[in-house]
């Protein structure tokens, strides 16, 4: 057989094929450029495009597919989701117990969600908000703070990979860092406190109280009144985790009494938030719309690239979702 025969025919065969979400992030065409640029011999195709052949469907890229979507492939092998964390796919009552989940987790998805952590804490640590109601107001409202990232202590619940990306970037700005996790973590190169008496303790001693929990049932409204009011008296709460992990009327209340001094939240309970939600207006509390760390396209396509790459060598992929710890 010629060279040239034998160089169609491995362009002719292709060895998987990816379903991705198409319509929110890019077009197909788009995902189908970016697989050739990392150099995967795929075939890319809309999962939502009902002509495709579900038993070739070995790989989903996906965010938020249509409920009972997944359930149609198969033969699929691994579930990579889009964004950082799995609950969009888990929710999920008919998705696959037996196909492996994969979580987003790069160098960008880390730094961007640092930086995010950073500015959310430097916005608390400068009183940002009583900026922003002063220009609304068009007040000059000049003040002093008195302190410094050094003077301030931030306590991250959750030292998972993002976690540990975070307090990293926060001590070299220098700030006073602490964090907390359900279990002893004497590896972890940040302090750390753990269980529930571990938790009061990094409350009473935060400044900041930083959100970086993995999405669970067991820890839904663990940032409540109880917490708050274990902290310093004008506290700052910060939550890049998801919209259940702080109960919101207890996050206005210890706000209009002063017991907090401010919120930068870039989760909500329901999401998009309500036009009519008292969060919009709130003159402590900075709303972003689920921004903190948003992966690139291309980004996206190298970890996934990466992840089907490994399960192609039967070896086992990075970045698995526990379905029995739930994270």
């Known amino acids: 057989m010629s060279n040239a025969k034998t160089t169609k025919q491995n362009e002719d065969q292709v060895q998987n094929i990816v379903a991705v979400t198409c319509n929110k992030f890019a077009p197909l065409a788009e995902w189908t450029r970016l697989f050739e640029a990392a150099g995967a011999n795929v075939r890319v195709v809309d999962i939502d495009d009902a002509s495709i052949e579900v038993e070739d469907v070995a790989y989903a890229l996906c965010f938020r597919p249509q409920p009972g979507r997944l359930a149609q492939f198969p033969n699929l092998q691994l579930i990579i989701s889009l964004g950082a964390g799995v609950d969009h796919l888990t929710a999920d009552p008919s998705l696959p117990d037996t196909v492996p989940i994969a979580r987003m987790s790069t160098d960008q998805t880390r730094d961007q969600m640092a930086d995010y952590v950073a500015w959310a804490c430097l916005s608390l640590l400068r009183d940002v908000p009583r900026m922003m109601q002063a220009q609304a107001e068009h007040q ?162 190298g970890h996934a690239h990466t992840l089907i790459g490994a399960v192609e060598r039967r070896e086992t992929p990075t970045h698995l979702f526990d379905r029995v710890k739930g994270y």
């Open 140 to 301: 000059w409202d000049h003040f002093s703070i008195g302190r410094t990232a050094h003077d301030c202590r931030v306590g991250i619940l959750g030292l998972g990979a993002m976690g540990m990306s975070a307090a990293t970037c926060l001590e070299k700005i220098g700030f006073q860092v602490k964090g907390w996790a359900s279990r002893a973590r004497p590896e972890s190169a940040i302090a750390c406190l753990w269980g529930e008496e571990g938790l009061q303790q990094l409350a009473a001693q935060s400044d900041i109280l930083v959100c970086m929990l993995p999405s669970s049932p067991a820890l839904s409204g663990i940032v409540d009144q109880s917490l708050f009011a274990l902290m310093p008296r004008g506290a700052g709460i910060v939550n890049v985790a998801r919209g259940e992990h702080v109960v919101i009327p207890d996050l206005l209340a210890a706000l209009e009494t002063g017991q907090l001094g401010g919120a930068v939240l870039d989760v909500t309970p329901q999401e998009p938030l309500p036009a009519g939600d008292p969060l919009w207006d709130h003159p402590r509390v900075i709303v972003t719309p689920h921004l903190a760390s948003v992966v690139s396209m291309s980004a996206a396509v």
